[in-house]
């Protein structure tokens, strides 16, 4: 199935929310990495990697949010509160802004440094800079705002991860397994039960 219906994800949702939470988590394990590292050959690759990964993100998080309006969103599983609900809309609108806002502002970072390191996304296209302005203040704000949004989101998206587990192990619910591409089981059939058919027949 590829398309979502009104109790499933279908392949595609499933397969952009996997390969997005991914890159995604990857990318601040590589960011916090990269701009710690005193070997600078090194640093200058894993900023190349950093960028082409970040622009993957912003192209798949496109997409993704294409896909997303033209399909139907599954509803919420029966027996979560109104509280939970709301929490869960709050952190995937935080997180899908994220996957913009992010990629938007490191492309700034790179825009405005006065170095103008040019941006080959997987060596492969030459990415422009954005029209800002070039200075090392304008790089100290958008680097600052780049490095805040990155870590809050890295913040949420724990509280996320962590609510998916709590669905799964704690409240043994479909949540967790209909991301992971389970279908919701075929109700039982009254007269499919065996049970039922013995008392049945013992009554008869
Ligand atoms: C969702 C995608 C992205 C995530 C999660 C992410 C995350 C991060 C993180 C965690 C850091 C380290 C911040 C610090 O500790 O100072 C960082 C640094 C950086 N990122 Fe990203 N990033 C993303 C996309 C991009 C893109 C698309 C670009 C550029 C085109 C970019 C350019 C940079 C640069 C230049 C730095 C170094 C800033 C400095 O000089 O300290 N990032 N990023
Ligand atoms: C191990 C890591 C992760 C797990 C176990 C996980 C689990 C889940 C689950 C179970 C759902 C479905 C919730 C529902 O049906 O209401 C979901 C949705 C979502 N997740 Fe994750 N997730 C993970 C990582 C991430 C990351 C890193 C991001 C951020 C980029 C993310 C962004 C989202 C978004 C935006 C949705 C909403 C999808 C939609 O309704 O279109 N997830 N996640």
């Not at 970040?54 to 599983?77: A, E, K």
């Not at 954005?130 to 870590?151: K, V």
Request: hydrophobic share 55%.
């Amino acid at each position: 199935m590829l398309r979502n219906d009104a109790e499933s994800y279908g392949v595609v949702t499933i397969l952009f929310h996997w390969i997005i939470a991914v890159i995604f988590l990857g990318q601040i394990l590589l960011g916090y990495l990269m701009v710690r590292t005193g070997n600078y050959a090194l640093q200058f690759s894993l900023f190349q990697w950093h960028k082409s990964l970040g622009f993957l993100i912003l192209l798949l998080s496109g997409l993704r949010l294409l896909w997303r309006m033209v399909n139907p969103r599954p509803r919420m599983p029966d027996g979560i509160s109104r509280i939970e609900r709301a929490a869960a809309h709050a952190a995937h609108g935080f997180l899908y802004l994220a996957l913009f806002v992010i990629p938007l502002t490191g492309w700034a970072v790179a825009s405005s440094s006065p170095l103008q390191i040019p941006t080959y996304a997987f060596n492969l296209v030459v990415i422009p800079p954005l029209p800002l302005a070039i200075s090392d203040q304008a790089e100290a704000f958008w680097t600052m705002s780049h490095a805040w949004l990155a870590y809050l989101s890295a913040i949420v998206a724990t509280a996320h991860i962590l609510a998916a587990l709590h669905h799964h192990f704690w409240k043994r619910d479909a949540v967790l397994l209909r991301m992971l591409g389970a279908r919701r089981p075929a109700p039982v059939r009254p007269h499919a039960d065996p049970l039922r058919i013995a008392n049945k027949d013992t009554r008869s």
